[in-house]
């Protein structure tokens, strides 16, 4: 029996709560499937840690984690540290080094939810985001001169480098040929942005001739919102850059309904360093402790870890399972409308996983 | 009687369709109110001027239109030229230089029209984003290096200055003190773009010391977006840098309905050179020559420039006669949902400015 091992670093506040809940899933799931196990390490990383150590992370912790068959993890961010502190300290400081360039967004209303948009209805939305994950905008170049004074100047750098463009942009025409609509949306902002994102455009023309039946197009970031707003059913996969994939994922999440139920993949698609998976709601510091928080950001997250390592049937059954859960309204948490507590969604994924005879 | 002196660029695509429509209508504004006149001068710069002389507009044009008390601009952009040609070729050869730093651009959802969001009604939402206008991410900085190359590595900087960020920041405290909920958000991306949004951030909080009435809170620009399609009846007053406001106000545009009846002011608050107001739906070359293009974002950029001049009565007068036509759905152009055409809204405004009696 194959035996995956897991790096789980649940991070601060709502975290905690989530990737408890995760790992019950899944530890459920390897039984209902017996033919591969879990073991789960867990590293008590982030603004806690933070508060003891002076660091968000221990000097060696990469190297604790390097073996791992896959990391899970909650958030950073904590009320009493600078957020650039816990986001270089923790999440920048394993995604970049263990070169995690891919960084997967799906987003789809799944059933039983309902989207803020007028137009759309259950599954009518079925959008995949690729987000740049290790340079541009957060490769933490720039500065300050004459800090302080009237004389003061800044710079943040959006630094790319061909390499690093071509690759995401293979990885996207590969997923979009993938889907069965073979459709993709490459979005910069070149009009403005007349260098690096020149470099994207081009970038585009040449790896979309290794795609001939990829069907592409080319579309502003802030017409791209406009575009997520108006014609949702117009888009399938999208390719952009760090930031502007940020802000677009966040739009995505919530016209599908909730940022509680948005997963994310860190991959490394070379497989030479572990991929991390994680919801991406954030520590949510305001509803910490009381039980309330969504964990389907969680486990939809752990869904696409499946996938990655190589459990495409055992996540299919949690996907199908998570879906027959949020049908049921009684298991909406408070940021879909309803009542229901963490414990009580839980407690329903795993008795649809371990109930589910497909 | 005052006659003040507008300079029309009606640009490309649609815009000529606009701006003849928005002169149209200003006219009729200005019989009816009768204590003013308007003498305008139309420049035919843009795309076909570009494809007969090479540049989008002539080597002396800001001089031409630099002693006009205001410019009334249609759109730039056009299929056979590069974006980033007519962009910084016309539009932001005239922002930039006549110093317009402020980019004021309200969002409310029109009587008679619909919000793509099912939780938004009429009136509900009412956002003033202003936009940095002069310098961040459209400073033009960058550069690439090794072109074409494996070796290749390019950079988009979003520079910015202390009284850049000072200057703008101010205005829109101010603008926020001015308005009934006193309500401002400064948008940046602090946590990722960690040197010149750190600065945005201490600025904001050394001017907001000058407006203790002023209520203000910081955002994620990610975040942000989400908050709009969530809770859009939390904000009043936002600020961002030009990139991070260009998405936003796009996303706004469309939340609010159509992208057709955005308005836009370039202001030079300090009057030393005219200010520019223009729609933010651009060229549109897809429905040029129709006839159906939604002039109602022209006539909104005229209210803004009418309140400019100092005539906040007229102004207001136009604004009513616009609301009672979007009101009556067979004014609807197709962008709205409707059948109606630039001249028949055109004419439903004009009658509406004739007859009303306040
Ligand atoms: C928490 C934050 C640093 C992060 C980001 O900006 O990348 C988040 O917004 C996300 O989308 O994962
Ligand atoms: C046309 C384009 C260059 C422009 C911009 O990016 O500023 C537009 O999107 C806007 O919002 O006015």
New interface residues.
């Given amino acids: 029996m194959k035996t995956y091992s897991i790096a789980a670093i649940p991070g601060d506040g709502i975290g905690t709560e989530v990737i408890s809940a995760g790992v019950e899933v899944l530890q459920a799931l390897a039984k209902r499937e017996g033919n591969f196990a879990f073991k789960v390490d867990h590293f008590d990383w982030g603004g806690e840690y933070y508060k003891k150590h002076g660091r968000m992370m221990p000097a060696n912790g990469r190297d604790l984690i390097r073996k791992h068959d896959a990391i899970l993890f909650g958030s950073a961010g904590h009320p009493d540290i600078p957020?650039?502190i816990?986001?270089?300290g923790l999440r920048l400081a394993i995604c970049q080094p263990f070169d995690q360039y891919a960084n997967v967004r799906p987003t789809r209303v799944l059933p039983g939810i309902?989207s803020?948009?007028?137009?759309v209805n259950d599954k009518e939305l079925d959008w995949v985001i690729v987000r740049e994950n290790s340079e541009g905008?957060?490769a933490?170049?720039?500065?300050?001169v004459?800090q302080g004074?009237?004389?003061?100047?800044?710079?943040?750098?959006?630094?790319?480098?061909?390499?690093g463009v071509e690759r995401i942009m293979r990885f996207a025409f590969r997923l979009a040929q993938s889907r069965p609509r073979k459709l993709l949306t490459v979005v910069t902002?070149?009009?403005?942005?007349?260098?690096?994102?020149?470099?994207w455009d081009e970038i585009a023309v040449e790896i979309s001739r290794e795609f001939p039946d990829v069907t592409w197009d080319k579309m502003?970031?802030?017409?791209m919102?406009?575009r997520m707003?108006?014609k949702p059913q117009s888009i399938d996969t999208v390719v952009a850059t760090?930031?502007h994939a940020?802000?677009l994922?966040?739009?995505a999440?919530?016209?599908a309904g909730s940022?509680g139920i948005a997963p994310t993949a860190n991959l490394n698609p070379e497989r030479a360093f572990p991929s991390m998976f994680e919801p991406i709601h954030g520590s949510a510091f305001d509803i910490m402790g009381k039980g309330i928080a969504n964990p389907v950001g969680t486990f939809w997250s752990a869904v696409m870890m499946l996938d990655h390592l190589g459990e495409a049937a055992a996540g299919a059954r949690l996907m199908r399972a998570i879906e027959r859960v949020t049908a049921d309204k009684r298991f909406h948490t408070p940021d879909l409308g309803g009542t229901a507590g963490t414990a009580d969604v839980t407690a329903a994924v795993i008795g649809a996983v371990e109930g589910a005879n497909d």
Avoid: C
Avoid at 156 to 161: I, N, P
Avoid at 189 to 196: D, E, P, V, Y
């Fill in positions: 957020d650039h816990t986001l270089w309902t803020p948009l007028r137009s905008e957060y933490g170049v720039g500065g300050r004459h004074s009237p004389l003061e100047a800044a710079t943040d750098v959006a630094m790319f480098t061909r390499p902002k070149s009009n403005a942005q007349r260098h690096a994102m020149v470099m502003l970031v802030d017409a919102t406009m707003v108006i760090n930031l940020d802000i994922s966040d739009l999440a919530a016209l940022l």
